[in-house]
């Protein structure tokens, strides 16, 4: 793209981001409708698919939109359709909001793209902000209900009652409807509800995790991980909303790192470790390369947001780069018994706790 900073906003969003969120979907849409995970022709398809789209992205301007549009659009819609198909079968009804989700961010692609190709740098900055509510929407929507019963689970298996997790689900609805506004809000370009609903979201989302006990996770790097990337997300909003009304105390646009960065890229790193992270006892535990990718990124999110405050801008900016690199090259020295052989069942979670 002629303005790299929309090539750097696309692949993240549309790249990065919704390769994990396929992957996400994929391991958990075998527990929603009683079926054996995708394998095959279908997983190399959509594989093919993605990396197609990036490759297409990489020579952006020399490619015309008749086939920039549909090259990108395939993986989604593809996957859409997969779900749609395979949710319809199992008569899991309430599950194809995920559907309606996905053929939503290619909508969003596909508007992207065509704003960049007019060369509307602007509107396609100002579309990151829908981008950025959509994903925290689905942040508080799945995190909000998987990190507590992660940790009520390890709570269960190990015998560490010493604090009671609190799930507080009208405090997460309180989330989810405050950022719902804020969506709309930003539609319709409403001045001072935006703000104010990303506040409210803010505080009701950082209250429900308050109910987490996190800090007895500390004797669980895998669990802690999450833990931590999630507290980006209320941090990030606020950081949104208060830039939104104070545009002079601090960039914008680098306010969103504690959400793509911190958030977004952490709780990634942090869900999908666990499928490199199964021991011969049936539990889970974080090997060290996971640990060092969880901490490499924590401090490449800080560096970030801290770099436009500094007179060395340029220096941390590059540690922020340098960091995010080891962090991922990290995660898939965990990932390797995964990605050359076949990965233990079930992906996602450990031993269950016996039951009492």
Aim: with cysteine; charged share 10%; aromatic share 8%.
């Amino acid at each position: 793209m002629s303005a790299p900073v929309l090539w750097h906003i696309h692949e993240l969003f549309f790249g990065f981001a919704t390769a994990a969120v396929g992957g996400y979907l994929l391991t958990a849409m075998p527990n929603w409708i009683g079926k054996p995970p995708e394998r095959g022709l279908v997983l190399k398809g959509l594989l093919c698919a993605w990396i197609a789209a990036r490759l297409v992205m990489a020579a952006f301007d020399t490619m015309p939109l008749a086939v920039v549009l549909p090259v990108n659009a395939a993986y989604l819609v593809v996957l859409a359709g997969l779900m749609a198909i395979r949710l319809k079968r199992a008569k899991a009804y309430p599950k194809l909001g995920f559907v309606a989700a996905i053929l939503m961010l290619a909508t969003l692609d596909a508007t992207f793209l065509i704003l960049a190709k007019s060369g509307d740098v602007a509107a396609c900055i100002a579309l990151t902000q829908l981008l950025l509510l959509g994903f925290a929407l689905l942040l508080t929507f799945v995190g909000a209900r998987m990190i507590p019963a992660f940790t009520q689970s390890w709570q269960q298996i190990t015998g560490r009652y010493d604090l009671a997790v609190h799930l507080r689900p009208r405090a997460r609805v309180c989330a989810l409807l405050a950022l719902l506004v804020a969506v709309v809000a930003t539609v319709l370009s409403l001045p001072w509800l935006g703000p104010l609903a990303l506040l409210i979201a803010s505080f009701c989302t950082l209250f429900t995790a308050t109910g987490w006990r996190s800090i007895i996770t500390r004797h669980n790097p895998l669990l802690a991980g999450l833990h931590v990337a999630y507290l980006w997300l209320p941090l990030g909003l606020a950081a949104l909303a208060l830039t939104d009304l104070f545009p002079a105390i601090y960039p914008a646009g680098a306010t969103k790192h504690a959400l793509t960065i911190g958030a977004i890229s952490g709780l990634i790193l942090a869900v999908a470790g666990r499928a490199g992270s199964h021991t011969p006892s049936g539990q889970l535990k974080a090997p060290k390369p996971l640990i060092l990718a969880m901490i490499c990124l924590w401090l490449a999110t800080t560096l970030r947001l801290i770099a436009p405050l500094s007179s060395s801008e340029t220096t941390l900016l590059n540690g922020a780069a340098l960091l995010w690199i080891t962090a991922w090259s990290a995660f898939l020295i965990t990932l390797r018994p995964s990605l050359i052989g076949a990965p233990v069942r079930p992906v996602l979670s450990g031993k269950k706790a016996p039951k009492t």
